[in-house]
């Protein structure tokens, strides 16, 4: 049973950087795609960026200057990196792998 | 980057009511679509990819069709369970997902 598992800080302070981990149980992170998601509250959800288990990434177009996601291998784990933050990147952040996993998501609040 | 449509935004319906939720694509994504259940304060419960395949676990009230860039979600006879946030997502060329539709009590 594959299992996908976010920490990381629950503020941030403006201008700074986000920084989460998924951890992965169940499955190879030296295959497929790891993605991840956020959802500001009370709105849709927002693709933010993957990577391909060789370290292959693609990110969306409106934040793509500001993130960066990797991979662990020897952690088993990958994570995103969102700098520059401001208001708008408070959010629920999921981890997912395909369409079919899914975290449960952490709360980053940008707040001084 | 490919837009994903979907409509209505609100849906006011009773227990027992046939449902549908169309989705649109801005350029045709094959069959690489999926609905996905969210409910306040939970992550987003997959319920059919591929356009059509029924996920493990999901009840068969829920059906989806369309390929290309037309696309439906189906709700055979609404359960009280059933109201909730409903999103359409794209995985042809990245992820794009829909506004959402939420599905309110009548």
């Known amino acids: 049973q594959v299992q996908l598992q976010e920490s990381g800080p629950g503020l941030v302070k403006p201008s700074g950087t986000l920084s989460l981990t998924c951890a992965v149980s169940g499955a190879s992170i030296s295959s497929g795609w790891w993605t991840w998601v956020r959802q500001p509250p009370g709105k849709g959800l927002e693709w933010v960026g993957e990577i391909y288990h060789s370290g292959s990434t693609n990110y969306n177009s409106s934040l793509k200057s500001r993130v960066t996601v990797s991979v662990d291998k020897s952690k088993t784990q990958f994570s995103l990196n969102l700098t520059s933050v401001t208001a708008a990147d408070t959010a629920v952040y999921y981890c997912a792998r395909g369409v079919q996993n899914w975290g449960q998501g952490t709360l980053v609040t940008v707040s001084s | 980057d490919i837009q994903m449509t979907q409509s209505p935004s609100t849906l006011s319906a009773s227990v027992g009511d046939r449902v549908t939720i169309t989705c649109r694509a801005s350029?045709?994504?094959?069959?690489?679509l999926a609905w996905y259940q969210q409910k306040p304060g939970q992550a987003p419960k997959l319920l059919i990819y591929k356009a059509s395949s029924l996920e493990s676990g999901v009840p068969s009230r829920f059906s989806g069709s369309g390929s290309g860039t037309e696309f439906t979600l189906t709700i055979s006879s609404l359960q009280p369970d059933d109201f909730a946030t409903y999103y359409c997502q794209q995985y042809n060329s990245l992820w794009t997902f829909g506004q959402g539709t939420k599905v309110e009590i009548k």
């Open positions: 350029q045709s994504i094959s069959s690489w």
